[in-house]
Structure formats: structure tokens, C-alpha cells
């Protein structure tokens, strides 16, 4: 970082590179700094949205998730681990890993209806409960959206996780 005359900061990156003569002696040194202030500010920017949103999805006990198909990469939100008791540390974002955290009466249920997403059917997926072995009973309702590559073929399935507990009780 530089300061200015003004007081303004001024976020750099420089680059130094030895001009060497023919007999391999460094002749002199040739640098350049680059202003990334704007790359500091949007990135700073993201970050706080980042942030935001995951305050969001605490205050609405709301998870989300996201699983490519051909590279079979899941990512969870931090919210999604707390939701389903996960150890974020220990324990990596796959449907496997899911279904683990689902009561084992609805797991059928969640597998059915996320095949017949993947064949381009509608599904009306029912609240369904978490597994008791995990923790206090919890019931979650869950969105699942379905991205598709130019030829349709599923390639992305994303959703949300909310825990709907209070409504089932209410």
C-alpha cells in the first residue's frame, strides 16, 4: 500500500525484474507497480456481500447447496452444516453425506425426488424430517433447481434447506 499526499490509499502490486548484460552481471533493475485499488474494492465489496448473505440465511435458518454433476463437486453453505449438525471440518458436501442427515423413514422419499428432477419431472417434495440419531427432531422443506447444458441434459442441481421446524409445531 502507498498512502498519497491526500491521505488516499493506493492498494499496489509491483514487479521487479534484473536486466542482465551479456556476461550475466545485473545491469540494472526495471520496475513497475500496478494500481489494484479497484480489484481491492471489489473484492472487499464481495466480501461483505458474502457476509450479508450468510447472516441471511442464519437469521432465516435457511441453507443452501450446489451439486455439479460432472465432476460430481457439491459445495454447502455454512448455514446448511449448522442446520444439518455437520462438522464442517470432518465432513465433506455430498448427497451421501446428506441422506445421512435425513430420517431414515423419508430418505426414500428425498432419493425419489431428486432422481425424477434429473429426468426434467416436477416434483412436490413434502417437509421431511432430520435424522433423530443427529441431534433434537428438526422438519426442513426444501427447493431444488435443475440447470441444464445446451442439449438439456442435467448438469447443476442447486436448492435450499429451511428448517421449518417452528411451522410443524405451530
Partial sequence: RFVRKDGGVVFTTPDV???HRGDGQVSYLLATVQDI????????????QKERLERAE???KLGSWEFELDTQHAWWSPQLYVLLRADGAREQ?????FLEHVHPDDRDCVVHAFHELLHGRIVDLSPFRSNPERGPLSWWFSTVAVET???GAPRKVSGTLLDVT????G
Fill in 149 to 151: 447444458d445446451s442439449d
Fill in 58 to 60: 442464519a437469521h432465516a
Fill in 37 to 48: 485499488s479497484e480489484h481491492k474494492r471489489i473484492e472487499h465489496d464481495l466480501q461483505q
Fill in 166 to 169: 417452528a411451522l410443524k409445531h
Fill in 93 to 97: 458436501p455430498t448427497f451421501d453425506n
Fill in 17 to 19: 525484474r534484473a536486466v
